[in-house]
């Protein structure tokens, strides 16, 4: 059986254990953007019923994978794929490399080695220290997140370029997983000529705040995408989802603003953290991860105030904070961690 892992943002689940509660609770345990992208004011009516009421058309997920590729810069789109969510690829990647070895530096996203637990070959878990200088094997594959889950790390355009290359010379792949690079876009190599032994996965729904909508873009070498695709099957991505892609795609004002949105508030968010006794040890724009010798005690604190947040099974110091929207949720936070 493949282990289960504990995701942020099940709020029903949580306000079942916590039933006492009575205030609304805000949910900080995602990475997702607190700013929705506002599909309902910026798209007519009557396009959104067409979109949900038929079987999604052709032309228009062509549209949003040009969007796609324009916003990224992306010059020649022929490899990339509209998916239902970067999951939807992480999902089928042991059988598209059936033969393959997962090699996985941690801390990493915990679908990665979750989805390769009953592949043919055990994965290798190893500190990222230890990869940059690991000697790869026949038929591997590594798994790299930038920036990285939970911690935000950033691994340099020039240590990708060397994976990959020495991944290339042993028949081996290298997954880029960049969910998170919209706040980071300067070190994307989405633009780039990227390398025909790579596989570069976006995700729509992180900095949009449309986590639900569950879209993603992905490069995959020529040879893979058929498979992929055969895998998948028709009408993988649902024609509302594509629309607001399209529609969201091509708002630069909404897109800029959102960014500089997100940049003042990760500020905010590391200043109050400091001011409660936090070690930064770690973020984007998106989050912020911070390290307490009491987090056990921080928890219930928050969660009787109505504050969640993400917690690590793993790293039981360690809390990961999402951005709050406003200055009204900033305050509350300050509230709940005594921050004056």
Same mark, same amino acid.
């Given at each position: 059986?493949?282990?289960?892992?504990?995701?942020?943002?099940?709020?029903?689940?949580?306000?079942?254990?916590?039933?006492?509660?009575?205030?609304?609770?805000?949910?900080?345990?995602?990475?997702?953007?607190?700013?929705?992208?506002?599909?309902?004011?910026?798209?007519?009516?009557?396009?959104?019923?067409?979109?949900?009421?038929?079987?999604?058309?052709?032309?228009?997920?062509?549209?949003?994978? *040009?969007? #796609?590729?324009?916003?990224?810069?992306?010059?020649?789109?022929?490899?990339?794929?509209?998916?239902?969510?970067?999951?939807?690829?992480?999902?089928?990647?042991?059988?598209?490399?059936?033969?393959?070895?997962?090699?996985?530096?941690?801390?990493?996203?915990?679908?990665?080695?979750?989805?390769?637990?009953?592949?043919?070959?055990?994965?290798?878990?190893?500190?990222? =220290?230890?990869?940059?200088?690991?000697?790869?094997?026949?038929?591997?594959?590594?798994?790299?997140?930038?920036?990285?889950?939970?911690?935000?790390?950033? +691994?340099? @355009?020039?240590?990708?370029?060397?994976?990959? =290359?020495?991944?290339?010379?042993?028949?081996?792949?290298?997954?880029?997983?960049?969910?998170?690079?919209?706040?980071?876009?300067?070190?994307?190599?989405?633009?780039?000529?990227?390398?025909?032994?790579?596989?570069?996965?976006?995700?729509?729904?992180?900095?949009?705040?449309?986590?639900?909508?569950?879209?993603?873009?992905?490069?995959?070498?020529?040879?893979?995408?058929?498979?992929?695709?055969?895998?998948?099957?028709? #009408?993988?991505?649902?024609?509302?989802?594509?629309?607001?892609?399209?529609?969201?795609?091509?708002?630069?004002?909404?897109? *800029?603003?959102?960014?500089?949105?997100?940049? @003042?508030?990760?500020?905010?968010?590391?200043?109050?953290?400091?001011?409660?006794?936090?070690?930064?040890?770690?973020?984007?724009?998106?989050?912020?991860?911070?390290?307490?010798?009491?987090?056990?005690?921080?928890?219930?604190?928050?969660?009787?105030?109505?504050?969640?947040?993400?917690?690590?099974?793993?790293?039981?110091? +360690?809390?990961?904070?999402?951005?709050?929207?406003?200055?009204?949720?900033?305050?509350?936070?300050? =509230?709940?961690?005594?921050?004056?």
């Amino acid at each position: 059986m493949i282990p289960s892992i504990h995701h942020g943002g099940d709020m029903q689940a949580v306000k079942a254990q916590y039933p006492h509660v009575q205030e609304e609770w805000l949910d900080l345990s995602t990475g997702l953007s607190p700013f929705v992208y506002p599909w309902q004011e910026k798209i007519a009516a009557v396009d959104l019923y067409e979109a949900s009421s038929k079987l999604p058309q052709t032309s228009l997920i062509d549209a949003c994978g *040009e969007a #796609w590729a324009l916003y990224l810069g992306i010059k020649d789109r022929t490899d990339w794929l509209l998916t239902a969510g970067s999951q939807a690829i992480i999902n089928i990647l042991p059988r598209l490399l059936p033969e393959y070895q997962a090699v996985i530096p941690v801390p990493n996203y915990g679908e990665h080695a979750r989805v390769w637990s009953r592949s043919a070959r055990p994965a290798i878990m190893l500190e990222r =220290e230890v990869l940059k200088s690991f000697e790869y094997g026949d038929q591997q594959v590594v798994f790299l997140t930038s920036p990285n889950n939970p911690d935000g790390y950033i +691994w340099s @355009k020039e240590t990708i370029w060397k994976m990959a =290359e020495q991944l290339k010379e042993k028949r081996g792949y290298l997954l880029l997983d960049e969910a998170f690079a919209d706040v980071a876009f300067s070190h994307s190599i989405a633009a780039e000529n990227i390398p025909d032994n790579m596989i570069l996965l976006r995700s729509f729904g992180k900095f949009f705040g449309l986590a639900g909508v569950r879209l993603g873009y992905a490069k995959l070498p020529a040879g893979l995408k058929g498979k992929a695709q055969a895998i998948l099957g028709p #009408w993988s991505v649902n024609g509302l989802a594509a629309l607001i892609a399209f529609k969201a795609l091509r708002d630069d004002r909404w897109i *800029e603003d959102t960014r500089t949105a997100l940049s @003042k508030g990760a500020v905010k968010l590391k200043t109050i953290l400091k001011a409660s006794g936090f070690e930064i040890i770690g973020g984007t724009d998106l989050f912020c991860l911070g390290y307490h010798k009491d987090t056990n005690r921080l928890t219930e604190q928050l969660n009787g105030s109505a504050i969640h947040v993400r917690r690590f099974e793993e790293y039981p110091n +360690w809390i990961r904070f999402g951005i709050p929207a406003s200055e009204e949720e900033f305050n509350r936070l300050r =509230e709940a961690l005594y921050v004056r």
